[in-house]
């Protein structure tokens, strides 16, 4: 079985700053994805940045990248120059890539603030 | 455009009504899927349909109930609602084994009293 963990429930960062959040996961797959959403208060899921286990590059979507240490079977999420409108939840999830499992598993989520 | 959408995005229920929560896809997607958000627990899988036809019990899907008779939608079923399932609700989609981004809807927030 899968399992994500996000071991901060929650974040401050100042505007402008970098902040790092942590996810580490569980799973006997060899072939699998790694994903980070993001939930703002409004509620929706966003889709913001993905990570094969595979990859041999760290994902990066503009201002967000994935930390991904294989070995140590993390994939921390890495926010540069943060903004206000990053004030949300993130939610840090897996999918099994080399069966037909194709849901997601996600980890609890961790409410990040920016502040002024 | 494209869309998933869910209804109602609010509802209150008494405790023993069967419920129905409605999801529907326009990206012609084979996989959709139902989740749970209750805090500390993040999303959590009830059930997921491959196709028509085709329904799976997830992690929490005792309760819950779906079906699948076309490729747009898949309704959530509480047979007879209890507090415990007071929660966001969302709905998904994907397209095929190898996916990278699944689709969310705007979630249901149920209370059940």
């Known amino acids: 079985a899968q399992k994500i963990t996000q071991t901060q429930p929650g974040m401050f960062v100042q505007e402008k700053e970098a902040v790092t959040l942590d996810c580490t996961y569980d799973t006997s797959d060899q072939s699998y994805g790694l994903f980070w959403y993001k939930q703002p208060s409004s509620g929706e899921m966003i889709f913001l940045i993905y990570?094969?286990?595979?990859?041999?590059q760290n994902a990066t979507e503009g201002r967000y990248s994935l930390n991904f240490q294989k070995a140590r079977k993390s994939a921390n999420l890495v926010i540069s120059a943060s903004q206000l409108g990053d004030s949300a939840m993130y939610f840090c999830a897996m999918r099994d890539q080399s069966g037909s499992a194709r849901q997601l598993t996600f980890g609890s989520g961790t409410q990040l603030t920016v502040l002024p | 455009d494209a869309e998933i959408t869910q209804s109602p995005r609010h509802k209150i229920t008494e405790t023993g009504r069967q419920v129905t929560l409605a999801c529907h896809q326009t990206?012609?997607?084979?996989?959709m899927f139902w989740y749970r958000q209750d805090l500390g627990h993040g999303l959590r899988l009830i059930h997921y349909?491959?196709?028509?036809?085709?329904?799976n019990k997830g992690e929490v899907s005792d309760g819950y109930s779906v079906s699948r008779s076309n490729t747009e939608d898949l309704p959530l079923t509480l047979e007879s609602a209890a507090s415990s399932q007071t929660s966001v609700y969302f709905c998904?989609?994907?397209?095929?084994?190898?996916?990278?981004?699944?689709?969310f809807g705007q979630g249901t927030r149920l209370t059940v009293v």
């Open positions: 998904a989609s994907s397209d095929g084994p190898g996916f990278i981004e699944a689709f």
């Open positions: 990206w012609n997607h084979n996989n």
């Open positions: 349909s491959y196709g028509v036809q085709d329904t």
């Open positions: 990570q094969g286990s595979y990859d041999e």
